[in-house]
């Protein structure tokens, strides 16, 4: 293998904020400590952000990030780890260019919850229309069309194996990728390919973690105050980062582990935690504060009420669960109980309910079903897990009535079972059994007892 001129690289599909405060910022860190042996090239697989990459590619890839803790400290640091932005095309030119290089040994990217197209048993369902396209024909649409064109391009001018690093909030995210890739191009019937892909990729599994709003005109006003540079593609995080990776690499990977990256054999329990503790905690203060009327997160997490909702949910159910399996955990679970809801307190970050709350027929049976699973099974109460549903429930109807004050986006809701479930005579009930959100829990007895027990509190809590 012959190596780039500039190095190895890192191919990272889809530069929104969060791989930009995030993945690139251990790339700078690695360059800032004199290893540059490694860079990221990026671009988008849908012709969206195109003000924010135009910037950036004005910019030469580079742009300043601002942090900012609790307590209000705000730093600035410039990030020029991204050494090159690939235009948009439909067909994905640049990107399968890059992708045939030899010098490109990791594919990453980010996908949302829904973007995975699998059902509960973590199949892919050829219902969903980018699917259906992509499954018809040589298309694009989703992740599994973009990467197999990428990786037939890599196959055909043999540029060796590349690992492909998932970097989102999906439980078992690499190992899930890999087997629905494998299955879309044993559907696609590209079986050339398939044996390809089983030999010369790896696929490992991550955790990652860091709170990036939306940017809004503010942060570039405060870079170009405190910096003197009016950048255009500036965006702001928390001051809190984690990523946690398998390192199961087929074709060499960075020294993160000199970045601050946790280089892990098996990288479950920091997932759970962070999925069930974080992710669903998140949503929870999202939907109650919604409901009682709130924009930001840290408007939610301030309210005494709904923080205790957030707590009691951790500290009842959650960590019960967690220390079932194993124990002792390898995290000090109430430790993170307490920094999770201290993040969201964080005024400065102004991140909104509107962000948060996307996707939520993802996020039920994601974030929150197992450990009403578990709990079950165990024989456990679930009074404090069952608020969270109940809590989408409430607001799923609200959804549905017009009555949000933002619009809510969830790709993996089907319009039929929203308008199903908020124009039934016993709402309860249609919502208990819907599979989409309970999967083989659905219209499970205790399960509809313990979310007409929670409803009645919701109601309650929003009078």
Known sequence: MTNDANGLIQLHLGLGSFHRAHQAVYMQNLHDSGDKSWHIVGGNLRPDMQSTMDALKAQGGAYTLETVSPAGERKYQKITSIQSIIDYDAELTGLIEVASNPATRIISFTVTEAGYYQDEHHQLDPSYADLKTDLAGDTRCTIYGAVAALLAARMDSKAGPVTLLNCDNLRSNGHRFSHGLEQFLQLRGETELLEWVKTNTSAPSSMVDRITPRPTADVRERVLAATGVDDAAALMGE?????????????????????????????????????????????????????????????????????QLAYDYVTD??????????????????????????????????????????DGYSKIPGFILPTLEEALSGGRSVDSVAMLPALFLEFLKRQQRGELAYTYQDQAMDPASAQRISEAEDTILAFAAEPLLFGQLAGNEALTEALRGADKRVQAFIK
């Open 317 to 358: 159910d959650v960590i019960p669960c967690l220390t079932a399996t194993q124990n002792p955990y390898p995290l000090d679970l109430a430790k993170y109980r307490d920094v999770v809801l201290d993040r969201f307190s964080n005024p400065n970050i102004q991140d909104t309910n509107q962000r948060v709350v996307m």
């Open 239 to 307: 001051d809190f980062i984690q990523w946690v990776i398998e390192d199961e690499f087929i074709a060499g990977r960075p020294a993160w582990e000199n970045a601050g990256v946790e280089m892990v054999e098996d990288v479950m329990p920091y997932e759970e935690a962070k999925i069930r503790l974080l992710n669903a905690t998140h949503s929870c203060i999202a939907w109650a504060g919604t409901l009682r009327g709130y924009l930001y997160i840290h408007e939610g997490t301030q309210d005494p009420d709904i923080r």
